[in-house]
C-alpha cells in the first residue's frame, strides 16, 4: 500500500502516476518504456502513465504521486491508502493494429476504443496513433459508429422544448464568427438555441474564444438550462460541460499534433451536438480552394455523410454548402472577430457586409426549423430582428446573465503588410491568413490577430495596407514576422479589377 | 531570465519542461494545450514540453525545471540563468500530413523529420503520427532515405579492420537468441563482430536483454573497441552508444504503441549496423504463419528491399530466408535463453537442436565472408569452432571482458500448461507465445518467460507438459493465467503423428 500524494502539475490531459525509484510496492528498476498503471483504492480504478522520481522530497519510496488530473479522478484525499497495479493494454489497442492494416472497424470495436479512452487507458501517443490511423478511411459506417460512441453516457435533456436548434461551421474560414450573430437572432425570436462550442482547435479563434471576450463562456449544465430557458439562447464552451468527454481527450491530442480529418470533424461536431440535446442543426460547409472543403464534390459527399448520419442518430440537420474562398469579416483572432460581431450587432455603417449577410442567411434557415414559419421568410425575419436592435438587446442579456467579461486589449506589437503594387485584391489564402494568425499568438491570445483592412475585389494602391498583425508577445510577432515576408498571402492583380 | 532547477523525474524519452502557473518570464494562464518551448542558456537550444505546476516547493516563479532527460541536454548546473521562448512547430510535421494525405516524401524531407526528432523537437504524440502515416506505405526510395537519415552524424570507425561482420535477425520468433552463439563462434575464428542490439520491442527478449544475463552489455564507444580488438567480439546493447540517437527516440515510442512496422524496422536495423561500422552483415528473414513474416513472396520482397538499400549504403547483406514456423530453442525470456545458449556452447547432449542447427549455419554465413575462406566450408568450420569447445572459451572471455553480471534467478511463480489429450504437437503460434510471455512479465523482469518442454513434432500424452510459464510478480503472472486458459498456442493433433 501507498500513501497518496498530489502533485501539483498540469500535464494536459494525461494521466500521471510518479513513483519513487526505490519504491516500496512496485520494482522500477526494470522500466525500460512508458507503463500504464491503475491506480486502486477509490470508486474506479483510475489509470495513468508511470513517471520515475529520484527525490524523495517530491515522492517518497512509500508514496504515489499523481498528477492534477489523475488526482481529480481518483477523489481521494492526500494520505489516502491507495494500491498500484500494472495495467494489462486494452485490448482495444488491438483494433488500432487492425485499422493501421486496413480493415473495417466494427461499431463494437469504436465503442471500446472511446471507452478506453473516456477510462483514460489511451496514452497520448495511442490516441494519435488511432487518429493517424483511422484518418486514412473510414466507411459511412464507421463514421456512424464513431459519432454514436463519441455521443458517451451523459447526455442533456431538455424535457420542455419540442425543438432545440444549433448553428456548427465545418471551419477552415478565418474569422467566420457568424453564430455569435446568429445565436442573438435565434434567440430574440425565441428558438431555444444552446449554443456550444469549443476553443480553436487549429484555428486562430473558436466561437468559444471569441465570445469569451465578452462573456464567461464555462458554464455547467444547470446553468446553461437556466440561461436557455431565461434568454432562449447562451453560448458555452462545451469543455465546461459534463458531456461527450472522450471527444475532450480526442480534440487535446489534435490540437498537439495538428491533425483534423474531416470525418473525425464530422463525428465530433454531431456527437457534441447529439450529447447537448440539440434536435435541430444548421451545419455550414465553406468550401474555397484554401478553406478546409477545397471542392463542390467534397463538399457534396460530406453533406451526404452527415445526412445519413443524422437520419441514423435523429439528428436533423441542414447541411449548407457556402463560399469559403476568403475570409470573412475583417478580424481574425478573438477580440477583432468579437469587434465585428458587436459592430453588426449594432447596425454600424462600417460593419463587414459579408459576415453580416452569411449571418442573416444562416440564422434564417434555422429560424425555418419552427414549422409556425412560413417557408423562405427565415431571411427576412433574421434581417428585421437585427435591423430592430432586438438582435442586440438579446445578445446584451446574454452577456449579462453569462457574466461579461474583462474584455481583453488588442495585441499592441503591430506591422502592417502593404501592397507592393497597386491593383485590385484577386485572392486571399485562407490557410496562409490562418496560419499567420496562429504564429502571431492568436491560438493563445485572444488579443492577438490580423485586421484585414482589404477583401477580394477591394482596389489598392502601392504601399496601401492590406491587413495589420497585433501581436500581444514579441516571441510570437517574431514568429508571424519571420514567416509573413515569404507570402503574405494576397495576390493583387494590377490589371484593374472586375 | 529563469533560474534552472532539476526535476529528479524520468518521463521515458520525453523533455518535460515543469514552470510554476505565476511563472515570471512566461505567461502561462492561456495555454491550452501540451506547448513545445525552447531552452536558452546551454551550447545549443534545448526543446520540451511545457508541465504547469501550481507548487512553489515543486518549482518557484523565478525557476524553470527539467527532467532528467532536459537536464543532461542542457548540460548546466542548476542555478544557472536560461530563458525560455515559445517554439515553433518545426516545419518538417508538413511532411507528416503529406505522408498522410498519401504522398512519397523526398530524402530531404525524411532528413528533417529525423533531425527534429534527434533535437527533441517532436512530442511522443508527433512521432507516434508519423509511425502510423509513413507505415501505410513507404516506396524502397523513401526506406532508404530514412535509413541514411537514421544513420546520424556519429558513427563508429574500424580503421584498422577491412571487414567488419554482423548477424540480425528481423524478429517475430520467440526464443531465436542464435546472435550470442554466433558471436562467440565468429569471434573464435577471428573475424571481427561487434554486435549491437537492442533490448526488447514488442518480444519477451532482445539479444541485449538475454546477453545482460550473462554479463554486462552498457559499453561506450571506446570500451567496444577495445574489446572487439582483444577478443574479436562483443554484444553491447546499441542504446549505449552514441549512434543512431533519433532511432532510439522513435524505438521508445514504436515500444509503446506496439507497432512495429516491417519498413520502418529494416531501416532501423541497417542504420543501426551502418552507424556502428559494420560492413558485411547476414540478415535473418523467419518466415511463418505466425512469424513477422508471414509468407516467402513477403521474405522476398524484404530481401529485395534491403539488398537495394545495402548496395546503395555500402553494405555487404547476405539475407536469408529462414524456417520461422515455430519458436526456437526451448527458453522463451533472459534467463531461460541464455541457459539454451550455455548447453549449446557446452556441448551438452540437452541442447535445443533447432537453435544449434540454426546457430551453425548463420554463424557459417557469416564466416564465408571471409575472402581467405572456401566457398561452402562456412558451416563445417563453425561446428569444429563450437564441439572443439573453441566458442565456449572465447564467450567466457567476452563474458570476463565485459564484465561478468549477478545472473537474475528464473521467476518462482510457475504454472504448467498441459496437453489436454494425447496426440502429436502440431504446431505452436509464435506470436500467441509470444504475447503470453510478455504478460508474464518477459519482457521487463529477465527471470519471467516460458519453458517450452515440447516442440513441433513431439508425441505427447494427456495431462503432460507442453510448457511452463514463469513469472516473477503476481500481476504479470495473473495477466498470463488469464489469457492461457483462452488459447495455450499449442495445437495437438490426435491423429498420431508424421
Given at each position: ?156 435533456r431538455w424535457d420542455n422544448e419540442s ?308 501581436a500581444v508577445n514579441s516571441t510570437d ?22
Open positions: 500500500m501507498l500513501n497518496l500524494k498530489h502533485i501539483a502539475i498540469n500535464s494536459f490531459n494525461e494521466n500521471l502516476a510518479y513513483v519513487h525509484k526505490d519504491c516500496d510496492a512496485y520494482k522500477v528498476d526494470d522500466i525500460k518504456t512508458l507503463t500504464k498503471v491503475e491506480i486502486h483504492g477509490g470508486v474506479k480504478p483510475v489509470y495513468a502513465f508511470l513517471q520515475v522520481v529520484d527525490d524523495a522530497r517530491l515522492v517518497k519510496p512509500n508514496e504515489l504521486g499523481l498528477n492534477n488530473e489523475a488526482f481529480e479522478q481518483i477523489n481521494l484525499p492526500e494520505g489516502a491508502n491507495i494500491s498500484l497495479t500494472l495495467s494489462p493494454p486494452p485490448p482495444s489497442l488491438a483494433s488500432i493494429k487492425r485499422k493501421i492494416a486496413g480493415n473495417i472497424l466494427s461499431a463494437g470495436e469504436y465503442a471500446s476504443i472511446v471507452n478506453d479512452i473516456a477510462a483514460r487507458r489511451y496514452s497520448n501517443m495511442d490516441i494519435a496513433s488511432f487518429l493517424v490511423a483511422s484518418g486514412s478511411f473510414m466507411t459511412a459506417s464507421e463514421v456512424l459508429a464513431l459519432t454514436e460512441a463519441l455521443i458517451g453516457e451523459e447526455t442533456i425543438i432545440v436548434v444549433d448553428h456548427h461551421c465545418f471551419g477552415g474560414v478565418p474569422g467566420n464568427k457568424t453564430d455569435l450573430i446568429i445565436t442573438a437572432i435565434v434567440a430574440a425570436y425565441g428558438l431555444p438555441m444552446p449554443k456550444t462550442s469549443s476553443k480553436s482547435l487549429t484555428s486562430c479563434a473558436g466561437v468559444a474564444d471569441t465570445m469569451s471576450v465578452l462573456a464567461n463562456v464555462d458554464l455547467d449544465e444547470d446553468r446553461l438550462k437556466a440561461l436557455v430557458k431565461e434568454n432562449r439562447g447562451a453560448i458555452a464552451c462545451y469543455n465546461s460541460l459534463p458531456i461527450a468527454q472522450a471527444n475532450k481527450i480526442i480534440s487535446s491530442v489534435e490540437r498537439h499534433i495538428g491533425i483534423t480529418q474531416q470525418q473525425h470533424l464530422a463525428a465530433s461536431i454531431l456527437a457534441i451536438k447529439l450529447a447537448a440535446g440539440v434536435t435541430h442543426l444548421v451545419l455550414d460547409i465553406p468550401v474555397g480552394p484554401s478553406s478546409r472543403i477545397k471542392s463542390t464534390n467534397e463538399a457534396m459527399r460530406l453533406r451526404k455523410l452527415v445526412e445519413y448520419i443524422g437520419d441514423m442518430l435523429s439528428l436533423e440537420i441542414d447541411a449548407v454548402i457556402t463560399d469559403g474562398s476568403e475570409p470573412i469579416g475583417n478580424g481574425i483572432g478573438a477580440v477583432l472577430e468579437a469587434r465585428d460581431v458587436m459592430k453588426i450587432l449594432r447596425n454600424k455603417p462600417d460593419a463587414p457586409q459579408d459576415l453580416l449577410e452569411k449571418s442573416l442567411f444562416l440564422a434564417g434557415r434555422l429560424l425555418e426549423f419552427d414549422p409556425k414559419l412560413r417557408g423562405g421568410q427565415g431571411y427576412h425575419v433574421a434581417k428585421e430582428i437585427l435591423q430592430s436592435g432586438r438582435a442586440l438587446e438579446t445578445m446584451n442579456k446574454i452577456i449579462h446573465a453569462q457574466g461579461k467579461a474583462p474584455q481583453p486589449r488588442l495585441g499592441h506589437l503591430t506591422r502592417d503588410i502593404v501592397a507592393t503594387t497597386a491593383g485590385v485584391v484577386e485572392s486571399i489564402d485562407n490557410a496562409r491568413i490562418n496560419k499567420i494568425g496562429v504564429l502571431a499568438g492568436a491560438s493563445q491570445y485572444p488579443g492577438a490577430g490580423l485586421d484585414l483592412l482589404k477583401k477580394v475585389g477591394d482596389r489598392v494602391e502601392q504601399g496601401e495596407t492590406l491587413y495589420r498583425i497585433h510577432f517574431a514568429f508571424a514576422n519571420s514567416v509573413v515576408d515569404g507570402y503574405t498571402g494576397y495576390e493583387i492583380s494590377s490589371k484593374g479589377g472586375y
